[in-house]
């Protein structure tokens, strides 16, 4: 992609988006901006926060926007406030990310550096695909999800809106995993999971 770009948020996924930004185009302009005032006085890879999303009305009016966000939930409401102001949303994908020619990626999803997603994959609206994690074909992942480095997904694997799948833990074949479900870090597993849950263990369990 070419042409100007804003980030919104400042913190650590923040960077992360930032440096894929520039690994594809090392000339991009960037500017950051974070809701949170005491981001005024922070720096990312060398850009400075410009300002809060008040920035956005006056300046910049055909310049997408992609999501630093690593929240779940304030990811997507960003992102549903962005679309009702009528903001282009950009979707990331670091190029060192392998995506296979028939995966579908909603709008303003972040592939992150190794990360994999084949063979009629399906990325919701937002999504973090993070450093080294895989998605195997026909699996569909909701709006909002984050799955953490080293994450392997098996085929046909469903996750639900806004459930975090915790670093390193590896989902079985066809299993679905409800929305705001949190996965421990390293889990397994191997049975499907309910809406709201939370679960960690090998296998995976209740907590």
């Given at each position: 992609?070419?042409g100007d770009l804003?980030?919104?948020?400042?913190?650590?996924?923040?960077?992360?988006?930032?440096?894929?930004?520039?690994?594809?185009?090392?000339?991009?302009?960037?500017?950051?901006?974070?809701?949170?005032p005491i981001a005024?006085?922070?720096?990312?890879?060398?850009?400075?926060?410009?300002?809060?999303?008040?920035?956005?009305?006056?300046?910049?009016?055909?310049?997408?926007?992609?999501?630093?966000?690593?929240?779940?939930?304030?990811?997507?409401?960003?992102?549903?406030?962005?679309?009702?102001?009528?903001?282009?949303?950009?979707?990331?994908?670091?190029?060192?990310?392998?995506?296979?020619?028939?995966?579908?990626?909603?709008?303003?999803?972040?592939?992150?550096?190794?990360?994999?997603?084949?063979?009629?994959?399906?990325?919701?609206?937002?999504?973090?695909?993070?450093?080294?994690?895989?998605?195997?074909?026909?699996?569909?992942?909701?709006?909002?999800?984050?799955?953490?480095?080293?994450?392997?997904?098996?085929?046909?694997?469903?996750?639900?809106?806004?459930?975090?799948?915790?670093?390193?833990?590896?989902?079985?074949?066809?299993?679905?995993?409800?929305?705001?479900?949190?996965?421990?870090?390293?889990?397994?597993?191997?049975?499907?999971?309910?809406?709201?849950?939370?679960?960690?263990?090998?296998?995976?369990?209740?907590?």
């Amino acid at each position: 992609m070419s042409g100007d770009l804003i980030i919104m948020g400042s913190g650590g996924h923040a960077k992360v988006v930032l440096e894929a930004v520039l690994a594809s185009s090392p000339d991009r302009r960037v500017t950051v901006l974070d809701d949170d005032p005491i981001a005024a006085e922070r720096s990312l890879l060398g850009v400075k926060v410009s300002g809060t999303r008040d920035w956005l009305s006056e300046n910049a009016p055909d310049a997408p926007v992609a999501l630093g966000i690593g929240e779940n939930a304030a990811r997507l409401d960003l992102l549903d406030w962005l679309v009702a102001q009528g903001r282009a949303i950009e979707t990331v994908i670091h190029p060192s990310a392998i995506v296979g020619a028939t995966v579908e990626i909603g709008d303003g999803a972040f592939l992150a550096a190794g990360s994999i997603a084949i063979a009629d994959a399906t990325i919701g609206r937002g999504a973090i695909l993070n450093t080294g994690c895989s998605v195997d074909h026909d699996c569909v992942i909701g709006d909002g999800v984050h799955l953490g480095p080293g994450v392997r997904l098996c085929g046909n694997v469903r996750v639900g809106t806004r459930s975090l799948i915790g670093v390193g833990s590896a989902i079985r074949p066809r299993v679905t995993i409800g929305s705001n479900v949190v996965v421990g870090a390293g889990s397994a597993v191997v049975a499907d999971i309910p809406d709201g849950s939370v679960v960690a263990g090998c296998p995976a369990r209740r907590l």
